[in-house]
C-alpha cells in the first residue's frame, strides 16, 4: 500500500506564491503518475495538476494554467506543486494522488486515481 502526506499549505496574501509536497512512502514511487486536486468550501474535488511516471507528460486545469507547476523528484519520493500568481478562489485544501496506471483520457477523474492524502489547506486572502 502507498501513503501519501502533504504538506507546505498555509495562509498567503494574493499574488503570492506556495510550494505544495506530496511524501509518498510504500512502494517505488516512480512507478506511480501523480496529480494535485482541490476542494474548496462547499464544492467538489476538482483536477488541478497531472504527471506521469516519466515526468514526461503535464497536464493542467485551465483555471490555473500557467501559474502552478508540478514536478516530480524521485530521489526524495516527493511529487510538488508550485503555485504563483495566487488569488482568493485558489482557496481550497490540495490533495495529492497517485496512481500506478493511466490511460492519459479520463487522467482529470477522481476515479483514476486510487491512492491519495489526507490534504493540506491553501488559503489565499484578498
Known amino acids: 500500500q502507498v501513503q501519501l502526506v502533504e504538506s507546505g499549505g498555509g495562509l498567503v496574501q494574493a499574488g503570492g506564491s506556495l510550494r505544495l509536497s506530496c511524501a509518498v512512502s510504500?512502494?517505488?514511487?516512480?512507478?506511480?503518475?501523480m496529480a494535485w486536486f482541490r476542494q474548496a468550501p462547499g464544492k467538489e474535488r476538482e483536477f488541478v495538476a497531472a504527471l506521469s511516471r516519466s515526468g514526461g507528460t503535464t497536464y493542467y486545469a485551465d483555471s490555473v494554467n500557467g501559474r502552478v507547476t508540478i514536478s516530480r523528484e524521485d530521489a526524495k519520493n516527493t511529487v510538488y506543486l508550485q503555485m504563483n500568481s495566487l488569488k482568493p478562489e485558489d482557496t481550497a485544501v490540495y490533495y495529492c494522488?497517485?496512481?500506478?496506471?493511466?490511460?492519459?483520457?479520463?487522467?482529470?477523474?477522481?476515479?483514476?486515481?486510487?491512492?491519495w492524502g489526507q490534504g493540506t489547506q491553501v488559503t489565499v486572502s484578498s
Open positions: 510504500g512502494r517505488t514511487f516512480s512507478y506511480y503518475n
Open positions: 494522488a497517485a496512481t500506478p496506471a493511466m490511460g492519459w483520457s479520463s487522467y482529470f477523474k477522481e476515479s483514476e486515481w486510487p491512492y
